[in-house]
């Protein structure tokens, strides 16, 4: 039943899209993308969850979930030469979580909150009848990849996160004195919602993105994020603008009682892989470290590894990541 439905879907809605690499190197991104890639859209009540399906067949797909902020245009570099060692068995279904790249934005009046990505992935399951959800995840959606995988750990067959498990632990004085500047900022944003931001011109966006990042994207790679994250100004001819939700940069961090995540992360118990950037700032506090040990040693099929690479090392550096992915797979049976 849920080949024949994601089938159907794909058939329904799907188009071949066509390569516009702004500002990448056509020969050696044509020479990775020999995979068929099709866009669709899943609905929703408030619109749609927009997606890359990359593959063919009508087995169930590995659901990819990008970071904060970006798109599912981060996994590209790295989703052909995964399918391409996986023989070609397994369709991978990239999406931009609600608010990022061509997904609808929530209604007027409402707040991202972090714990709805894991719902995400549940109305995932359930609209297209899969047995179970295999999860690639990175920075945000590794969280979001990390609390389904708890909260329904019959459900995952396997988890691999790139960077992140669960939140760092921030200075709480910290948290909320951001709690006003946020609320205020949010309202603005929302009786803003109809307004085109500004524009800037295409190596402007380049600049601002690669910096917003603290340079974790290369200026290099950051177009693969612009092709789903920009439009073209409708006031400033040869101009684009940043097309995700303004209010994502509103989103309300919720600190958790250590128990309360210890609780969680005991309850994982698919095979996990987790890869963590050397040069990443992220989830190397002593919260987070501690979360990590204390997976290791109550959880038998969890492994991690740290590779050389910033914060989007599976974008910019998709080679380093790709052969523990492959032995991770290999090791579980999850590649014929």
Not at 107 to 120: F, N, T
Not at 230 to 257: G, H, I, M
């Amino acid at each position: 039943m849920a080949r024949r439905l994601f089938s159907r879907i794909i058939l329904c809605s799907a188009q071949r899209v066509k390569p516009r690499l702004f500002g990448i190197n056509h020969k050696r991104n044509l020479s990775r993308n020999d995979v068929p890639v099709k866009e669709i859209q899943i609905p929703v009540e408030y619109g749609h969850i927009a997606a890359k399906l990359w593959g063919t067949g009508s087995e169930r797909p590995i659901l990819a979930l990008h970071g904060w902020q970006d798109n599912a245009g981060t996994w590209d570099p790295l989703i052909p030469m995964l399918y391409n060692e996986m023989n070609n068995n397994r369709p991978i279904l990239a999406i931009d979580l609600p608010g990022h790249g061509k997904s609808s934005w929530i209604p007027s009046g409402l707040h991202y909150y972090p714990w709805e990505y894991p719902q995400v992935i549940l109305y995932l399951k359930e609209y297209f009848k899969w047995d179970k959800v295999s999860i690639l995840a990175h920075s945000m959606g590794s969280i979001a990849g990390f609390r389904y995988s708890c909260v329904y750990p019959d459900d995952t067959d396997f988890y691999i996160a790139v960077d992140h498990l669960i939140h760092d632990d921030y200075n709480l004085d910290s948290v909320v004195g951001k709690y006003s500047v946020y609320f205020k900022k949010n309202y603005i944003a929302v009786n803003r919602l109809h307004e085109e931001p500004p524009a800037y011109t295409w190596d402007e966006m380049i600049k601002i993105w690669h910096f917003g990042t603290k340079k974790s994207v290369n200026l290099e790679t950051v177009p693969y994020l612009l092709q789903r994250g920009a439009k073209e100004s409708s006031k400033n001819p040869q101009k684009y603008y940043f097309s995700r939700d303004p209010r994502l940069k509103y989103v309300l961090f919720n600190p958790e009682d250590k128990k309360f995540v210890e609780a969680l992360a005991l309850r994982l118990k698919c095979p996990t892989l987790y890869l963590k950037a050397t040069d990443s700032p992220y989830a190397s506090d002593s919260f987070s470290v501690g979360m990590r040990e204390l997976i290791e040693n109550n959880h038998s099929k969890f492994e991690a590894h740290f590779v050389p690479g910033t914060h989007h090392v599976h974008l910019n550096n998709p080679d380093v990541i790709l052969p523990p992915i492959i032995s991770f797979l290999r090791k579980y049976n999850f590649l014929r």
